[in-house]
């Protein structure tokens, strides 16, 4: 701020008061006075002991003998400027003290001038507001600090971010961008409770430090969620191999008492040059290779490429638009039917989601899997699954071209209120469908968290006392699927699609559908075999005993008007498969 300089005449007559005056200032403020070379000729008392020099090491000297090196050249060259003017200057300078200590003070500097109005000498009166600016600053690093973790939050990392940018542009290096999200760490606050949850968080960002170095920016960005701005090795795959011991080193076991507690990580990483254009697309680029690492299972390490921006992109985009698909009517039912091998005939099908894109064609839930977990949208297209379900198996009943039963899938979302059973009574009551009918899939996911399982099993075992039947689908896949057979209603069990894929060629996933089925066999169970797709692989599940069985070698999942001659064909495929089978066996005992 600049203004004029105010003029006390030399020859004043109220000496006393001047005295008065000056003797009170001392005692207040801290003063020097300069030439107009910048020359110190007078300091008084508070100015030598903040500054921690004599008046004999000040004398003489200019204030260079205090500079910090917090300010710019440019900050000096204004400052000297509007003095040259014969204007007051003001502002905050930051001082080293003899000590090498940095105080703050706030300035006033007054030019004294002679009657022709030129420069004589420069008056400096300072506060020391150091615990001030300590305060802020303070406050400025805890707005910007995690307030568990020795992490910045999201707004500091946002900042590091952008001075990572500024530097990386001006020196052309390259930087490593690493997202990292805990594995695991949801069920340790479930089942450890969440002060154990908040010492694996910092005990994670302590290893997090110990592997990227001092210089490295890190940052907590959610709940379980971090990343690393860092000094990397070289692109290629060095990059992925380094990173690989940052993931071994985040699950070593954290004691806590006399318990070891683990997680792991998914990992994504890319590098940032001066070549990139933004620090948003930095960190955004990180993100997709995340979420790709994610999507393979976690425990992984994945380099961002330009084709997962691609994929990403029309991603984002079919997530955006399945909001409007149920309005449109661009849902639809399609149904794949279930073979019933002791039967020989088809007794059930199941119900599968498709979407007719208006661009990109017919689209399978693969295309659009996280929308389920979106509770909103998942309960909007839970209610439209459940709806065309129970109508297409009323029509049925009522033309009789169908007469089995219809299996359905349910997710997370649905089980998110208490009013599923009471929903699927309603429905088959107005729709006049027997309850035993309808037969629910359910999966290992809906049971994630404590308090979701327990809400989930209650809502289960009221279906089944309603009436309806319960599948467990991709049994064998999750961690407690044994568990579930003992302690749920279920009626069926599907083998997942993986072990059935080799079975023909892998001992291994023979022996493990052989046991599977043994079990579900031993205790009265229902078991289905997903995704046959061969004769060979029909005829080893026939002769293991399996119930059903499901997959393209019988149908392709059809339409509503479609599933009558699906069934049909599904009937004859079977029969030829018993004929040839006769066959042969006559064959080899002649």
């Known amino acids: 701020m600049k203004e004029q300089s105010v003029r006390i005449p030399d020859n004043d007559p109220v000496e006393q008061n001047i005295r008065f005056f000056r003797s009170a200032i001392d005692e207040v403020l801290i003063v020097a006075i300069t030439d107009v070379n910048g020359v110190i ?15 004999h090491e000040l004398l003489g000297h200019t204030h260079r003998i205090l500079n910090s090196g917090y300010h710019s050249e440019d900050f000096f ?3 000297y400027a509007t003095l040259r003017a014969g204007e007051i200057w003001r502002g905050k300078i930051c001082n080293r003290a003899k000590d090498g200590s940095l105080y703050w003070v706030a300035t006033t500097i007054i030019p004294r001038k002679d009657d022709q109005g030129k420069n004589l000498a420069y008056v400096a009166y300072r506060f020391d507001v150091t615990p001030l600016v300590e305060a802020r600053n303070r406050m400025k ?4 600090q995690d307030p568990l973790v020795d992490a910045l939050n999201r707004i500091g990392f946002s900042e590091g971010l952008a001075t990572t940018l500024e530097e990386t542009g001006a020196a052309e290096e ?6 990292i999200d805990l ?16 010492t694996v968080l910092i005990e994670v960002a302590l290893r997090l430090r110990t592997f990227a170095g001092p210089d490295a920016v890190i940052g907590r960005l959610g709940g379980d969620e971090f990343a690393i701005i860092m000094d990397g090795p070289d692109p290629g795959a060095y990059a992925e191999k380094h990173l690989q011991h940052l993931l071994s080193a985040i699950e070593v076991p954290v004691v806590i008492e006399e318990t070891c507690v683990s997680v792991s990580a998914s990992i994504g990483y890319t590098f940032f040059s001066s070549a990139t254009a ?10 997709i290779a995340l979420l790709q690492a994610k999507q393979r299972g976690g425990k992984s390490v994945i380099a961002f490429t330009p084709g997962m921006g691609i994929k990403a992109k029309n991603h984002q985009l079919l997530m955006s638009q399945i909001h409007l698909a149920v309005e449109r009517g661009e849902l639809e039912m399609y149904y794949q039917p279930i073979i019933n091998l002791s039967l020989g005939r088809v007794t059930a099908c199941e119900a599968l989601l498709r979407w007719h894109h208006p661009e990109l064609g017919l689209l399978t839930p693969v295309s659009f899997p996280e929308v389920f977990s979106d509770f909103r949208t998942g309960l909007a297209i839970g209610k439209f699954v459940r709806q065309s379900v129970i109508r297409d198996l009323a029509t049925w009943i009522e033309t009789g071209d169908y007469t089995g039963n219809v299996t359905l899938n349910v997710s997370m979302a649905d089980f998110g209120t208490d009013g599923l059973t009471r929903e699927f009574c309603d429905l088959t009551k107005a729709a006049g469908v027997p309850r035993d009918r309808v037969q629910v899939e359910i999966t290992e996911t809906i049971f994630l968290g404590a308090t979701r399982s327990d809400r989930v099993r209650r809502e289960i075992f009221k279906l089944s006392r309603h009436g309806f039947k ?3 689908d991709d049994f064998g896949t999750g961690y407690a699927a044994i568990s579930h057979l003992r302690e749920l209603p279920l009626t069926h069990i599907k083998i997942d699609r993986s072990f059935i894929k080799n079975i023909d060629q892998s001992v291994r996933d023979l022996k493990i559908t052989s046991g599977l089925i043994r079990l579900a066999r031993s205790i009265d169970m229902a078991i289905i075999a997903e995704g046959v797709e061969t004769v060979e692989q029909l005829r080893i599940l026939n002769d293991l005993g399996c119930t059903a069985c499901q997959g393209y070698l019988f149908a392709m999942p059809v339409p509503v008007t479609a599933l009558p001659d699906a069934v049909e064909n ?5 029969d030829d498969f018993r004929r040839s089978t006769r066959t042969g066996l006559l064959s080899g005992s002649v």
Do not use: P, W
Not at 41 to 55: A, K, L, M, W
Not at 183 to 198: P, Q, S, T
Not at 278 to 287: N, R, V
């Open 174 to 179: 390259t930087r490593l961008m690493v997202r």
């Open 470 to 472: 319960i599948a467990f």
């Open 183 to 198: 594995d695991g760490f949801k069920e340790v606050n479930d089942i450890y409770g969440h002060d154990a949850g908040d």
């Open 570 to 574: 599904a009937g004859t495929i079977l």
């Open 141 to 144: 690093h805890l707005a910007r």
């Open 41 to 55: 000729t007078h300091v008084n008392d508070r100015f030598c002991q903040i500054s921690g020099y004599s008046r």
């Open 278 to 287: 933004s620090g948003q697309q930095f960190l955004k680029e990180a993100d």
């Open 77 to 79: 060259r204004n400052l």
